[in-house]
């Protein structure tokens, strides 16, 4: 599930929204957010957003399709999950999966045991749209990743494109929580926006170059409602919160990747886009392992 991380101004964090039928932006501020309101404002403003944003970008995800970034980076491609021969036969966790987009990608491919999670139930119910649409079955729950309704070493495969990472407050809580349902020899890999963005205006063009804000600002960014609750929340974490996150929960880190901006690729995605693509990394993708 990927944030449509663009609204202007002034902050890497937020939406552009290109059809009328997300929710309203509330009032702008940055500030702490703990874990609940985080979850509560996320649930919420995800129920409310699903629609439209199936419909903005259901035709670039693909129904059964596997792409990490905006950059337009697919699993196919890149293999960072240790490649499809390698996973038939494992179990493989989804962590905020939208629709199941890259889940059923991976079912497709003949991986068998694929599960998908996501807090907004919207989202399930787009997957399950799809899933009777094209007639293959991806298993989904509805939970939060910082609370994994999962026993301890349940699956080989744990990852995540775009998915809750960036909408918790604690990057070393989240990852502790995918390490847990992890295996001995298993692998995490997440993308993420890249952290260095936080210091730049979600502009993807020529204007969004100038950093407006300290990249060790880590206070969220927060939409509220006129009585001051949460109605959107996006927190920032330094390349070193992630990289120090995944040492915490016990994990190896095998690889980042900074995906290029690729030639033929003209689609703006909020703050994404060709042009600032071209200079500056958009998204980054850890590999980890777990001993």
């Known amino acids: 599930m990927w944030a449509d991380a663009g609204r202007r101004p002034p902050t890497t964090g937020g939406h552009v929204q290109e059809h009328d039928d997300y929710p309203a932006p509330g009032r702008v501020e940055r500030r702490p957010v703990d874990a609940d309101e985080s979850a509560r404002a996320g649930r919420s403003w995800w129920d409310g957003a699903a629609d439209a944003y199936q419909a903005d970008h259901g035709g670039f995800l693909g129904?059964?399709?596997?792409?990490?970034?905006?950059?337009?980076?697919?699993?196919?491609?890149?293999?960072?999950?240790?490649?499809?021969?390698?996973?038939?036969?494992?179990?493989?966790?989804?962590?905020?999966?939208g629709a199941g987009q890259c889940g059923r990608w991976l079912r497709a491919q003949g991986v068998g045991e694929v599960v998908s999670f996501d807090l907004s139930f919207r989202q399930l119910q787009h997957s399950r749209r799809i899933d009777e649409q094209l007639g293959l079955r991806l298993p989904v729950v509805q939970a939060d990743a910082q609370r994994l309704p999962f026993a301890d070493a349940a699956f080989d495969t744990v990852f995540s494109s775009f998915g809750a990472f960036p909408f918790v407050p604690s990057a070393d809580d989240a990852l502790a929580e995918a390490a847990r349902v992890l295996r001995p020899g298993g692998r995490l890999v997440f993308s993420v926006t890249h952290p260095v963005r936080w210091s730049f205006p979600d502009d993807p063009t020529e204007h969004g170059?100038?950093?407006?804000?300290?990249?060790?600002?880590?206070?969220?960014?927060?939409?509220?409602?006129?009585?001051?609750?949460?109605?959107?929340?996006?927190?920032?974490?330094?390349?070193?919160?992630?990289?120090?996150?995944?040492?915490?929960?016990?994990?190896?880190?095998?690889?980042?990747?900074?995906?290029?901006?690729?030639?033929?690729?003209?689609?703006?995605?909020?703050?994404?886009?060709?042009?600032?693509?071209?200079?500056?990394?958009?998204?980054?993708?850890?590999?980890?392992?777990?001993?």
Not at 67 to 87: H, I, K, M, Q
Request: hydrophobic share 35%.
């Open 63 to 97: 129904d059964a399709d596997f792409v990490w970034c905006p950059e337009g980076l697919t699993e196919a491609e890149a293999g960072l999950l240790g490649g499809l021969d390698g996973l038939r036969g494992r179990r493989v966790l989804e962590i905020g999966g």
């Open 209 to 291: 170059f100038t950093v407006r804000q300290s990249y060790f600002d880590r206070r969220a960014y927060v939409e509220e409602d006129d009585h001051g609750n949460a109605v959107y929340v996006e927190h920032h974490h330094t390349v070193g919160d992630w990289v120090r996150g995944i040492a915490g929960a016990g994990l190896v880190l095998g690889d980042l990747v900074e995906p290029e901006w690729p030639p033929g690729n003209d689609r703006v995605w909020g703050g994404w886009g060709p042009v600032r693509g071209r200079m500056i990394p958009g998204t980054a993708i850890f590999s980890a392992d777990k001993p």
